[in-house]
């Protein structure tokens, strides 16, 4: 149940990052609240919990760790978007369960079955349905930069998922995302690209892509102890169809019977995965 809260809250950030592009806000920006608003909460969650944030021996590693593959995974993306079409980007971002799948079964942690690899390529051809295949801009920068991205989730999860089970999620990502303060200020503080939106209308979208960012990756860090990799990898599909819902519902954006159909496929093949995968296993 987290990790289908943690895709749901994912993809409401394009919706709101969306508001707060339009009224003049920018991606570094929004990185650099939803960092600094994780920290802090963890803070105040961890304090009223009675739990401090200690870094225990063995901790300084993975919190490098999850720092370097996060912005791997936002500033590959984000980059990405700017040289290639969003929709190949996503679907790069996306090859991202194969290669989960392929570590999980290198290192033991998993084995493959017929129904894993099933319903792994079933989301994926239903993302490349529901973002649509756009080859016309192949810049190598976006390419480079989209794999990158993938990479960056390919390790979040692989590695991730271990060492949550070795500390405590939430002092990891307490730490990480202080560490992963210092490279965005500083850039911002280079760059002078610190902008907020002047509506009512752009604070709502940088508020709601903040907060949607602080429950997805609280839930995403409490989830890895308990989902197994390639399973969190497939059900990470359901973020484009709910992406494209929302965009619809919200954003007034136009769906096309392509979107919906790959959007029904990637569903149905999450779906088929959680009911009949504990079987396969």
Known sequence: MLIFLTTACFACITTFSKLAYA????????????????????????????????????MAGPVLGIAAFTLMLSGGYLTAAAYIPVGLAVI????????????????????????????????????????GLDVTQLDPRGIVAALTAAAGLVLVITLGSIWMQRHDPLTIYFYASLVMLLPVGLYLIWSGQFHLPPTRLGLLGVAGATLCYLAGNL???????LVAPIRMAVILNLETPITIALGAAVLGERLGARQLAGAALVIAAIMALTLFGRRSN
């Open 92 to 131: 790069l971002l996306y090859t991202s369960p194969f290669l989960v799948a392929l570590l999980a079964v290198l290192v033991g942690r998993e084995r493959m079955t017929i129904l894993k690899g099933a319903t792994m390529t079933a989301a994926f051809i239903g993302v490349v349905m529901a973002v």
């Open 23 to 58: 009224d003049g806000s920018n991606p570094v920006t929004l990185m650099l609240l939803r960092f600094a608003g994780f920290a802090a909460f963890t803070a105040l969650y961890q304090r009223a919990r009675r739990r401090p944030l200690r870094l225990e021996p063995g």
């Open 219 to 225: 839930l995403w860090a409490l989830s890895m102890r």
